[in-house]
């Protein structure tokens, strides 16, 4: 299941990195989205961390934030 939540999220994060990529006008606000939603995830980490009856969440939000960064990372290596 960690995994499966690994590779859409780096797909996602590959995916967003390549449309606003081709769309050069939509670069900004894409940056400050994808900013955001790692933010977001941050924060809800702490809640998370809290509660130590339910670790699959905190696995399931570790997992989907790192393979969204790996994936926009993967592609801004594309452009160099």
Do not use: H
Request: aromatic share 8%; charged share 15%; proline share 4%.
């Amino acid at each position: 299941m960690l995994l499966i939540v690994l590779l859409s999220t780096f797909f996602l994060g590959n995916a967003i990195a390549t449309l606003t990529g081709a769309r050069s006008f939509l670069d900004p606000p894409a940056a400050l989205l994808c900013v955001l939603a790692i933010e977001a995830a941050i924060r809800l980490r702490g809640p998370l961390l809290r509660n130590t009856s339910n670790r699959l969440g905190l696995q399931l939000l570790d997992m989907s934030r790192v393979g969204f960064c790996y994936g926009l990372l993967l592609e801004g290596f594309k452009l160099l």
